[in-house]
């Protein structure tokens, strides 16, 4: 509405005369920012839950299902990513050659349709019951062994508090032991009475305890996936503007530089329908399983934005070559855009692995009642890749550009030498594997002592439980 009704907008500013545009009022910018904040609460509401709500309509005890829930994975990414291939292509035409008004109304009418589908299989949906809110539960083991931190902790694991079924229960595990005190029965949990009083405040059960230490051990893994979307940025940004200095005429066609984000998103369309259609049937032939493990994506995803890295370092330098050889001044330089496709393809492919894998081992590894929260987990790794990925030029901006010094990065990057600050993103990004591979090792060891086996010896008339 705010880009159809002259009321909400400001007039057209010509070109020729921008000294007459007339600026937008405060009405106008306030629809203006409404929308847009509306948009990503929405996203936010939806980005958190719908794979996580998506993965509960498979039952994990079922074979047959849970490896239908390995192919949800990818064909669930496989169509966010169309959706963006249609934005970048067809809505970006409409916007610029019809209208607007035109395009937003196209995604209106897309989104109440899309609510109109999903209200109609109500009936048929599979829902988990909730048990409260995740953040309250870790607060809760938090104080509470905070509160009995001088209490020592019993030798036997069945003098601990549990009050969950027999069923979803979690066998306690010996990592992050400060924790287990939020299960130690005191004194303090008992009234003047007598009568024992449960508070979750002073007193956790060990289910509850362990699904905090599930999430703990997450922190490792979700820290070394960050840098993978700093290098992502840089597709979105400093490889749009070598583009933009690249000759991208293809006859009497001319390629809009913001445009080679289809090779991106055409790599990520790629990779995951080879994936579906080719690799997972073959590895479910072979080894018997769906595909690769999570970690595994997650792994490939990082190998090869490390490599898309020193690919776009390597193309970099002779573009810098050409600038020289020909003037840093000049807009187009005399060397074909279709050079930046390989940095293109490999980080795009590196995110169809990362992403699936990502969305697989967060979901799947943590609590059963914290799907959406470890979900969100998983799209904070993405917002702080872009932070960091500012951060990173903030610095590297300032280290090699002082003292009137152009530096790697700055307004004109044929004066600049952004192949060596590609190359430290290459160097940080193989760190950084080296890095994941050690905390995938150390989550695999301690996952497969997550639930100890129960000894009973008989000796006499007594048993011992050991551990």
């Not at 970006?92 to 109609?120: H, K, N, P």
């Not at 979690?170 to 287990?180: G, K, N, P, W």
């Not at 003292?403 to 192949?419: A, F, M, Q, S």
Request: contains cysteine; glycine residues 8%.
């Amino acid at each position: 509405m705010s880009t159809k009704q002259p009321q909400l907008r400001p007039p057209p500013c010509h070109a020729t005369d921008i000294t007459k545009c007339q600026h937008a009022s405060g009405i106008q910018m306030g629809v203006l920012y409404i929308s847009l904040y509306l948009i990503a609460l929405g996203t936010g509401g939806l980005k958190s839950s719908v794979s996580g709500f998506g993965t509960d309509q498979f039952d994990e005890k079922d074979e047959k299902e849970k490896t239908q829930m390995a192919y949800f994975f990818s064909r669930f990414f496989f169509v966010i990513s169309t959706g963006t291939l249609m934005a970048v292509t067809v809505l970006v035409y409409i916007q610029d050659e019809v209208g607007r008004s035109w395009g937003y109304g196209i995604c209106s009418i897309c989104m109440f349709t899309a609510i109109l589908i999903f209200l109609s299989g109500t009936r048929r949906y599979r829902y988990k019951k909730c048990s409260g809110s995740p953040i309250v539960h870790i607060c809760q083991v938090v104080v509470a062994a905070r509160k009995k931190r001088k209490v020592e902790l019993p030798s036997s694991t069945a003098s601990l508090y549990e009050d969950y079924p027999e069923e979803s229960r979690i066998q306690r595990t010996y990592q992050f032991r400060c924790l287990d005190k939020a299960s130690v029965v005191t004194n303090t949990d008992y009234s003047e009475d007598g009568a024992f009083v449960s508070n979750p405040w002073t007193l956790c059960p060990v289910t509850r305890v362990e699904e905090v230490k599930m999430v703990i051990r997450l922190l490792p893994i979700w820290a070394t996936t960050i840098l993978f979307w700093s290098t992502y940025a840089q597709m979105i940004t400093f490889s749009v503007e070598q583009a933009t200095t690249m000759q991208r005429s293809i006859g009497n066609f001319k390629i809009p530089a913001a445009s080679l984000t289809v090779f991106f998103v055409a790599a990520i369309l790629i990779t995951l329908g080879a994936y579906d259609r080719l690799i997972i049937p073959l590895l479910k032939k072979r080894k018997g399983k769906p595909g690769f493990s999570n970690l595994q994506l997650i792994a490939i995803g990082l190998f090869l934005s490390a490599l898309g890295m020193a690919s776009a370092s390597v193309v970099e330098v002779n573009r810098l070559a050409v600038a020289k050889a020909n003037g840093t001044t000049g807009t187009t330089l005399p060397i074909s855009v279709f050079y930046l496709i390989p940095q293109f393809f490999l980080v795009g492919s590196g995110e169809g692995f990362m992403y699936t894998g990502q969305l697989d081992f967060f979901i799947t590894q943590s609590p059963k009642g914290m799907k959406t929260m470890s979900t969100g987990l998983f799209l904070t790794t993405l917002s702080l890749g872009f932070f960091f990925s500012s951060l990173l030029v903030s610095i590297v901006k300032a280290a090699t550009g002082s003292n009137g010094k152009h530096g790697w990065v700055g307004e004109n990057i044929n004066k600049g030498r952004l192949d060596c600050f590609y190359g430290l993103l290459a160097a940080l990004s193989f760190i950084n594997f080296g890095l994941f591979l050690l905390c995938a090792s150390w989550y695999k060891r301690k996952k497969a002592k997550q639930v100890p086996e129960m000894e009973i010896i008989v000796k006499g008339s007594s048993v011992e439980e050991k551990l």
